[in-house]
C-alpha cells in the first residue's frame, strides 16, 4: 500500500503527460479537428481513408520505414561488434578513450550535427565529394538525389545511434560469465567462435533493447531529415519527408491537426507491432 | 475643565485628522504613482519578416515624442515559424496589445472564426479613402465589407539580372517575352570544362522551402497566361495549370535543367547566388534592392518588369487587443502609414509600400532598381493568392509534385508525359478543393 501510495505522483505524471496524450490523439484522429475552426466534427475514420490515398504519407511512411530499418541493420552489428574489440582486445588505458570517441556523437546536439554532415555531404565544397574525385570517382548530389539523400540521413543517424548502443553493449559484455569464455578457451575456441557462439547469444536480451531503442527513435527521425535536405531558399529540397516532418506540416501549416492525429496513431501503430515482433521473436529463440 | 477637554480633544482630534491626511496623501501619491505605471503601455509587434525589425523599431522611435510611456516590442522571426505562432498564438489567447503582420490570403480563416477583431471606424475610414489605397488593398484587408486589416507592404517580383553578364555576352536589353528568358539563360550560363554550369543562366526556383516553388512556377505560369487556381462562376475555385499555359511554362523549367542545361538543383540560388555572381539573373521581389545594398554594394544590376504581370501579395497589419490596448495598438499601426515611415521602409528595407498618393521619388530617383516595381507597362497585370482556408496546403502540395517533376530528366522531351503529370497534380488540387467545399464547376 506504501509503495503504491509512494508511486502515485510519478504514475499521475506518467499518465497526464504520456497516458492522456496518446488518449488525446486517439479521439483527435476521429475528428475534423482543424485548429481555428470552431466546428471539429467526428468523422469516423475518414482520416485514415484519406491516409491511404496521400502520396505525401506514403512517400514520407515509406522513407521513415527505409531509415529506421537502415539504421538498425548498420547500427547494431556495428556496435556489437566494436563493443566486443573495445571490451577484449584494449587493455590498455586507451578503452576509455575509445569508449567516448564513440560516444560523444550520441551527445552531440542534433542541430550543430547535422549542420556538419550538411557540409560534408555539400555537392561542391564537401569534403565526401573532394575524397571521391581525388580517387578518381565522379562527384555525387548527396542531398539532393532523393535516394542519396535518404542514405545521407540513414548514416547521419547510424553515426549518432551507434555510441549508445555500443555502451549498452559494453555494459552487456561486462556482465557476462568469464567462466564460460575460460571453457570455451580451454576446449580449443577461436576468438570468433567465441564471439559468435558465447557473446551473441548470451547478449540477445541487450540485443533486443538496444534494437527497440534503434527502431523508434529511426521511426522519430526528424530534426536529422530537416536540417540535411531542407529548407532555406536555394537549399536542397524536401527530398527527405519523413513521418513527423508530416505531421509537423499537416497540424501547423495546413493546421489538420485530426489528419496529423491519424499520421500519429499510424506511427504508433507500427511502433506497437515492431516492438511485440521483436520481442516474441527474441523470446521464443530464446526458448529454442 | 470642558473648554480643557474640548481643547485635548480638538488636539487629539486634529492630530488624527493631520495623520490621516498625511497617510491619504501618501496613498494619493502612491496610487498615482501606479496610475503613470499603468499608463505605460506595451505593444507587440509579430513580423514573420526579419528584415522589417527596423523599420517598426523606426516607428516606435517616431510615436516616442508623441506618447512617452508607449514600450513597442517587435518580434520578428522566420515567415513560417510566424505563421505558427500565430496559429497558435490567436487560438489559445494573446495577452496584451499584440499588432499581427499577416499576408491577406492567410487572414480569411481567422477572421471567418472570430479570431480577429474589426479594426475602428476611424481606421477603416482611412483604408476604405479611395486617396489612400487601391481597391485591390482596400479589399484585401476587408472581410464581407468589413475592414479589418491596414495595408502596409507588398511582394512584387521582377527580373533582376547582371548587366556585366549581359555586356559580356552581347546583350544590351533584358528579355521581353518568356522564349527570350530560355535564349538569354542560354547565352548567359558559363560553364566549366566539363561543361557544367558554374553561373547559371538563369536562377529557376528549383528546391527549397515548399511554397516558393509553387509560388515561382505560378509567376511563369502567368506569363503564359495560365494561373494554379482560378475563381468559377459560382465564387469557388479550380485548378487552372493542366493545359497548354501549364505545359509550357514546365517545359521550359525542364528544357533549361535537363536539356540546355543553364541550371541544376545544386547550384547556389536566388539572391544570395545573384550578389556572389553565380547566376545572371532571377525573379524576385523588390527587398533584395535592400538586401544587394547592404551585402553587395559593388554588384552592377538592373530590374525589369515580367513579359505580363506579376505576383502581388500585400501584407497588412491587425490588432488583438481590447480597450486602451487596442487603441495604442491601432494608433501604432496608423502611424506605421505616415508618408515619412514609407518612405523610410522602401529607403532601408526595400519592401514596396502600398499606400497611394505619396511621393516616393527621393528614393525612386536614388535607387534606380526600384523602377521595375513602380514604373510598370500601363497594361501590366497584377495576381495574388486566393483568400481561401487551403491555399498553403494546395501550393505546398503542389510544390512536392514540381520538385519530382523537376528532377525527372524523362519529361523534358515528352509533352504527352509532362500533360498527365499536370493532370495528376491539378486532381490533387481539386481533391484539396473538394474536401473543403471550395472546387467550383
Same mark, same amino acid.
Do not use: G, H
Given at each position: 500500500m506504501f509503495a503504491l501510495l509512494a508511486l502515485l505522483p510519478t504514475l499521475a505524471i506518467f499518465a497526464f503527460v504520456r497516458i492522456y496524450p496518446i488518449g488525446d490523439t486517439l479521439r483527435l484522429s476521429l475528428h475534423k479537428w482543424d485548429i481555428l475552426s470552431k466546428n471539429k466534427p467526428f468523422i469516423g475514420f475518414a482520416n485514415f481513408e484519406e491516409l491511404a490515398s496521400d502520396p505525401l504519407f506514403r512517400e514520407a511512411l515509406l522513407n521513415t520505414t527505409i531509415i529506421a530499418f537502415g539504421v538498425l541493420l548498420i547500427t547494431i552489428p556495428l556496435a556489437l561488434v566494436l563493443a566486443a574489440l573495445i571490451y577484449h582486445r584494449t587493455r590498455s588505458r586507451l578503452a576509455g578513450f575509445y569508449e567516448a570517441a564513440i560516444f560523444i556523437p550520441h551527445v552531440v546536439s542534433l542541430v550543430p550535427a547535422a549542420m556538419a554532415w550538411k557540409w560534408i555531404f555539400d555537392a561542391r565544397l564537401g569534403p565526401l565529394n573532394a575524397l571521391l574525385t581525388s580517387v578518381g570517382f565522379a562527384p555525387r548530389s548527396w542531398l539532393f538525389d532523393p535516394v542519396l539523400s535518404v542514405l545521407c540521413v540513414i548514416v547521419l543517424c547510424s553515426w549518432q545511434a551507434l555510441g549508445y548502443a555500443v555502451i549498452i553493449y559494453l555494459v552487456g559484455f561486462k556482465s557476462l560469465p568469464t567462466s564460460l569464455y575460460e571453457a570455451a578457451e580451454l576446449d580449443g575456441a577461436s576468438a570468433p567462435q567465441r564471439f559468435w557462439h558465447l557473446s551473441v547469444p548470451l547478449l540477445k536480451p541487450i540485443t533486443l533493447y538496444v534494437s527497440v531503442v534503434t527502431l523508434v527513435s529511426g521511426f522519430n527521425v526528424y530534426a536529422q531529415a530537416f536540417v540535411l535536405a531542407s529548407d532555406a531558399q536555394g537549399a536542397p529540397g524536401r527530398q527527405v519527408r519523413v513521418l513527423v516532418l508530416d505531421m509537423l506540416e499537416n497540424s501547423f =501549416?495546413?493546421? =489538420?491537426v485530426g489528419y496529423a492525429a491519424s499520421e500519429a496513431v499510424v506511427l504508433l501503430g507500427i511502433v506497437l507491432i515492431l516492438t511485440l515482433v521483436q520481442f516474441r521473436m527474441l523470446r521464443e529463440k530464446g526458448r529454442s | 475643565m470642558i473648554d480643557a477637554l474640548n481643547s485635548a480633544t480638538t488636539t487629539a482630534l486634529e492630530r488624527r485628522l493631520v495623520r490621516a491626511a498625511l497617510l491619504g496623501s501618501a496613498f494619493g501619491a502612491f496610487m498615482l504613482g501606479g496610475l503613470c505605471a499603468a499608463s505605460a503601455q506595451t505593444v507587440t509587434v509579430w513580423s514573420g519578416y526579419p528584415e522589417m525589425a527596423p523599420f517598426y523599431e523606426h516607428v516606435a522611435q517616431g510615436l516616442k515624442a508623441k506618447n512617452p510611456n508607449l514600450n513597442v516590442k517587435v518580434e520578428a522571426i522566420a515567415l513560417r515559424e510566424h505563421e505558427k505562432r500565430i496559429a497558435l498564438g490567436l487560438t489559445s489567447g494573446v495577452a496584451g496589445a499584440t499588432v499581427i503582420e499577416l499576408q491577406g490570403s492567410t487572414v480569411r480563416r481567422y477572421i471567418e472564426n472570430d479570431l480577429l477583431p474589426k479594426a475602428p471606424d476611424a481606421v477603416a475610414n482611412f483604408v476604405k479613402e479611395k486617396a489612400n489605397f487601391d481597391e485591390f488593398f482596400t479589399s484585401n484587408a476587408s472581410f464581407e465589407g468589413a475592414v479589418y486589416g491596414v495595408p502596409l507592404f507588398r511582394g512584387q517580383a521582377a527580373l533582376y539580372y547582371n548587366t556585366d553578364m549581359f555586356k559580356e555576352a552581347g546583350l544590351s536589353t533584358p528579355p521581353k517575352t518568356m522564349e527570350e528568358y530560355t535564349q538569354y539563360a542560354e547565352k548567359l550560363t558559363k560553364r566549366g570544362a566539363d561543361g557544367n554550369p558554374t553561373v547559371s543562366g538563369w536562377s529557376l526556383r528549383l528546391t527549397g522551402g515548399g511554397q516558393g516553388i509553387a509560388e515561382k512556377f505560378w509567376i511563369n505560369l502567368f506569363q503564359y497566361g495560365g494561373s494554379v487556381l482560378e475563381p468559377t462562376a459560382d465564387g469557388k475555385w479550380r485548378a487552372n495549370y493542366a493545359n497548354e499555359a501549364g505545359r509550357a511554362t514546365l517545359k521550359q523549367y525542364l528544357q533549361n535543367v535537363h536539356v540546355l542545361k543553364t541550371v541544376t538543383p545544386e547550384m547556389p540560388a536566388d539572391a544570395e547566388a545573384f550578389e556572389r555572381g553565380q547566376t545572371a539573373m532571377f525573379i524576385r521581389e523588390s527587398w533584395v534592392i535592400g538586401d544587394i545594398a547592404s551585402k553587395a554594394p559593388n554588384l552592377t544590376y538592373a530590374t525589369a518588369p515580367l513579359p505580363r504581370g506579376s505576383i502581388a501579395l500585400p501584407t497588412n497589419l491587425y490588432v488583438k487587443a481590447e480597450g486602451a490596448d487596442a487603441k495604442a495598438a491601432w494608433d501604432f499601426v496608423m502611424a506605421t502609414n505616415e508618408p515619412e515611415n514609407l518612405t523610410w521602409l522602401l529607403k532601408n528595407v526595400g519592401w514596396l509600400p502600398n499606400r497611394s498618393g505619396v511621393d516616393y521619388s527621393s528614393v525612386t530617383s536614388t535607387s534606380p532598381a526600384f523602377g521595375a516595381f513602380v514604373n510598370y507597362p500601363k497594361d501590366y497585370k497584377f495576381f495574388t493568392l486566393p483568400s481561401i482556408g487551403p491555399i498553403e496546403e494546395v501550393l505546398t502540395r503542389l510544390a512536392a509534385q514540381l520538385t519530382n517533376a523537376f528532377r525527372n +530528366?524523362?519529361? +523534358?522531351?515528352?509533352d504527352t508525359a509532362i500533360d498527365a503529370f499536370l493532370k495528376s497534380a491539378a486532381d490533387e488540387t481539386n481533391q484539396i478543393l473538394r474536401r473543403e467545399g471550395l472546387l467550383g464547376k
Open positions: =501549416r495546413n493546421y =489538420r | +530528366a524523362s519529361l +523534358a522531351k515528352d
